[in-house]
């Protein structure tokens, strides 16, 4: 054990009656504080972020090929891709699923109610990976090559305001060329995802539906739905889906489509920064605070080290290694608490929320271990660095007014 180490130690293990024991459990509740503040930030953020896009990609895929004129409408203008260029999109690099689909607003009406809705036409080859996480009752629709299936997977949110349960009769009415028609569906599944705009809009059902009221022919579509791996790669698939695509057609991402919510995600990582920015250093503050008081309280044994021959090196290494100790021992009960909690929300769900505000039932959380060891690795230096100013105060202490310091 070298000499800077030893004393180091001493000054940690004091007895009670001194004043570095309560000053550094002081320091480590604060910089453990600091640290579960800003662990807990990055997890909710990235479970908001994580749980918001995944419930949003759900309804829309992540790029979407449509008319150029469509706008965004509910009654969009047909398009039909050749399958060999159907093929070349499936090969792009990231490219998990693709699939057609038809939009047309209709109203679904009971004896004493009304509501607007879109019917999502989808065909057999629709990825339901979304949905059957989402569906609360009944199941998903089961299509056949036969005939169009009358199965529809509603909202358990419409369910509730018109009064429907699985496996009753709904009738949807739609208009065509200022003529009204009606179409009678079972519904065979109801689904709940939290977010209110979207679970008060969209019924799930056969596209060959809206082919036949359109009168479109069975390869005229409302557009194309693209699933991928990795959405870090959205804008670069987007355009090579773009660059394969026909000149009357174009490719939306869903941040493209859905802007203000992507926007209102994007508001959060400012918070988040502010917060690690804050907590950072409130655990480099605390740490020179309490520095600079165990170099207060030891003035006189400063004094006697010099006296002895130690340098000014070594005794400042004495209040290096106490405050390493106190930072490494800070962030280990930090992230165990932060941790902790972390993990009690993901399994429990302690801490709700109203999901007519935040489009989630309860905080959601996520986090990896990258972003964990980056955290802790960021507050160590950050503190290291802390450490320095306070330390160099050791030098310009005088041995002899230091023995006699009181």
Partial sequence: MNFEYFISRRIRTKSSASFSRPIIRVSITGISIGLAVMLISVAVLKGFQKEISQKVVGFGSHIQISHFDSNNSYEPTPISIPDSDLQKIRSIE?????????????????EDQIHGVVFKGIDETYDWSFFT???????????????????????????????FKTGDDLRMYFIIDNTIRGRKFTISGMYETGLTEFDEMYILGDIRHLQKLNDWNSGQVSGYEILIDDFDNLNRISEQVYSTIGFDLNTQTIKQLYPQIFDWIEI??????????????????????????????HTRDIGILKAMGASVKSIRLIFLYTSTYITLYALLWGNVVALLLIWLQKTFGLIPLPSESYFLSQVPVSINLFEILLINAVTLFICFLMMLIPSLVVKYISPVKAIRFE
């Fill in 268 to 297: 959060q990582d400012l918070n988040v920064i502010i917060i690690l920015i804050l907590m950072t250093l409130v655990a480099g503050i605390t740490i020179i605070s309490t520095l600079l008081i165990l170099i207060l309280e």
């Fill in 94 to 110: 990231g490219v998990t699923h693709l699939s057609p689909f038809g939009l047309k607003a209709g109203i679904v009406k009971t």
């Fill in 133 to 163: 996480q989402k569906i609360v009752e009944g199941q998903a629709p089961a299509y056949t090559d036969s005939a169009a299936s009358t199965d529809l997977l509603i909202s358990k949110k419409v369910a509730n305001l018109l009064g």
